[in-house]
């Protein structure tokens, strides 16, 4: 079974860029997965940061970032702000299914 | 302005079932793809099942048989019929529009305990 990988937890210096990354189990991701990250904090619903590799969702700040880096996806946030800490989903967009990384608990401190 | 809005959770008992709603506007419902995801306590984001405009359906693996999706377009909703509940099935459940996903709902907990 295809399992999508994200580290569990990263963290990054206020003002600092981090860089979260999303894989696969087996394989590549590339942009024919529409590799999307979404944003989710305690209490609150989930919101669409990235989508099809590198689009911003509206309302989001250029300082969020997708990209391809090798054979995984990225997510780039560059000059980190308190309100950045938060979970962080991938997702990747196979055929029949959705398949959703286990998330990476991103702490600024 | 788009807006998802869920209702129809609660606390039912195992082996039970639930309908749940989501009531959309803002945007035309018809052309969207739309799913249901869910977050259990303690556990990330899951994706449970996605219509598409033209009502092709899928399921996740861990839901297949039990749960059905569907949409009415007149309405402007979407639905998912939850039968034969379990524990594991005790979540938060999200509607969200479009493939990828753009925007999603509030959510609506699914208590499932006897």
């Known amino acids: 079974q295809t399992v999508v990988t994200q580290e569990p937890s990263f963290s990054v210096s206020p003002g600092g860029t981090v860089t979260l990354t999303c894989g696969l189990s087996s394989g590549s991701v590339s942009t024919s997965y529409f590799p999307s990250w979404y944003q989710q904090t305690p209490g609150q619903a989930p919101r669409t940061l990235i989508y099809?590799?590198?689009t911003r969702s509206s309302g989001v700040p250029d300082r969020f970032s997708g990209s391809i880096l090798g054979n995984k996806a990225a997510l780039t946030i560059t000059g980190a702000q308190a309100d950045d800490e938060s979970d962080y989903y991938c997702v990747l967009y196979m055929g029949s299914g959705i398949l959703f990384g286990g998330g990476t608990k991103l702490t600024v401190l | 302005e788009v807006q998802l809005v869920e209702s129809g959770g609660g606390l039912v008992q195992p082996g039970g079932s639930l309908r749940l709603s989501c009531a959309a506007s803002?945007?035309?419902?018809?052309?969207?793809?739309m799913n249901w995801v869910r977050r259990a306590p303690g556990k990330g984001l899951e994706w449970v099942s996605y219509?598409?405009?033209?009502?092709?359906?899928y399921y996740a693996d861990s839901v297949k048989g039990r749960f059905t999706i569907s949409r009415d377009n007149a309405k402007n909703s979407l639905y998912l019929q939850m039968n034969s509940l379990g524990d594991e099935d005790t979540a938060v459940y999200y509607c969200a529009r479009g493939r990828p996903t753009d925007y999603w709902g509030q959510g609506t907990l699914v208590t499932v305990s006897s």
């Open positions: 099809s590799t590198n």
């Open positions: 219509i598409s405009s033209s009502s092709t359906i």
């Open positions: 803002g945007f035309t419902f018809s052309v969207y793809t």
